[in-house]
């Protein structure tokens, strides 16, 4: 677990598109914060700053107690799902599990016991064997799930990880990322432009409107104002 400090973050594109303009969020050990607003906000910029996977332009990023530009990649305690699953399609589902276990050295005998827990937790201990494309949508979004939380990093990162999915698996794999999150406590950012999956995910949403906070809050502060 781990507190997350967004500080006066903005991100100006070379070519001068002003993405992220001087937010600030503070988000709590275990809090689950759902990022929501229009197509083009900055949504999955903030969060990829917040990955380390885009610079930051002005601000700073801290994770726990570390400045998250100052860690190296392999070295950050984040996991990140994303729309497109983002499996090795080479690889068995196992493989694609323990994949940045073994990237790790971690021990053959924990990545078993961890690569099965995981498994077990999301359902897919029949498909260990297969490779993806043997898989439907919510199986490979399940392995994707898995992926993050066999690392048991201190911050889940989710970016739109439900938008290709049916409405109905949508709302089942809804429901698993919430218990998942309680059950581990992991602190979650997760990016939507679905206002239903806001609500039932968020501790707290942040909308975001032109690169910058518009509004902060629970879901009943936000979307029940008088
Ligand atoms: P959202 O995730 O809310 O849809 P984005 O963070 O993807 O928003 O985009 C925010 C703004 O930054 C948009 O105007 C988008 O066109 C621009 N943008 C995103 N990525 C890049 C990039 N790599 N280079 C230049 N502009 C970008
Ligand atoms: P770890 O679990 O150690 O964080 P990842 O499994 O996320 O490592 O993958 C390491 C790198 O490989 C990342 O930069 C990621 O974006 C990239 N990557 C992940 N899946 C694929 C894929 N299917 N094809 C190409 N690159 C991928």
Same mark, same amino acid.
């Given at each position: 677990?781990?507190? /997350?400090?967004?500080?006066?973050?903005?991100?100006?594109?070379?070519?001068?598109?002003?993405?992220?303009?001087?937010?600030?969020?503070?988000?709590?050990?275990?809090?689950?914060?759902?990022?929501?607003?229009?197509?083009?906000?900055?949504?999955?910029?903030?969060?990829?700053?917040?990955a380390?996977?885009?610079? /930051?332009?002005?601000?700073?990023?801290? /994770?726990?107690?570390?400045?998250?530009?100052?860690?190296?990649?392999?070295?950050?305690?984040i996991a990140m799902v994303f729309?497109?699953?983002?499996?090795?399609?080479?690889?068995?589902?196992?493989?694609?599990?323990?994949?940045?276990?073994?990237?790790?050295?971690?021990?053959?005998?924990?990545?078993?016991?961890?690569?099965?827990?995981?498994?077990?937790?999301?359902? /897919?201990?029949?498909?260990?064997?297969?490779?993806?494309?043997?898989?439907?949508?919510?199986?490979?979004?399940?392995?994707?799930?898995?992926?993050?939380?066999?690392?048991?990093?201190?911050?889940?990162l989710?970016?739109?990880?439900?938008?290709?999915?049916?409405?109905?698996?949508?709302?089942?794999?809804?429901?698993?990322?919430?218990?998942?999150?309680?059950?581990?406590?992991?602190?979650?950012?997760?990016?939507?432009?679905?206002?239903?999956?806001?609500?039932?995910?968020?501790?707290?949403?942040?909308?975001?409107?032109?690169?910058?906070?518009?509004?902060?809050?629970?879901?009943?502060?936000?979307?029940?104002?008088?």
């Open positions: 677990m781990a507190s /997350i400090i967004i500080d006066q973050v903005s991100k100006i594109y070379d070519g001068g598109v002003h993405a992220v303009k001087g937010v600030d969020i503070e988000i709590g050990d275990g809090e689950f914060i759902v990022l929501v607003g229009p197509s083009g906000c900055g949504k999955s910029t903030l969060l990829r700053m917040v380390g996977l885009e610079s /930051i332009s002005k601000g700073t990023v801290s /994770i726990g107690d570390r400045v998250v530009n100052e860690i190296e990649p392999a070295d950050r305690d729309q497109n699953y983002a499996l090795y399609p080479h690889m068995s589902v196992f493989d694609n599990l323990a994949y940045g276990l073994r990237n790790r050295k971690t021990p053959k005998a924990e990545i078993e016991a961890r690569v099965a827990e995981a498994a077990r937790m999301l359902e /897919i201990e029949p498909y260990l064997q297969r490779k993806p494309k043997a898989l439907s949508g919510g199986q490979r979004q399940r392995v994707a799930m898995g992926r993050a939380i066999v690392r048991k990093p201190a911050v889940f989710f970016d739109e990880p439900l938008s290709n999915l049916d409405a109905k698996l949508r709302v089942t794999m809804r429901g698993e990322i919430r218990k998942l999150q309680r059950r581990l406590s992991t602190t979650a950012i997760y990016v939507t432009h679905d206002q239903l999956e806001a609500m039932t995910l968020a501790d707290r949403l942040v909308v975001l409107n032109g690169g910058a906070i518009e509004q902060i809050g629970t879901p009943l502060e936000v979307y029940h104002r008088p």
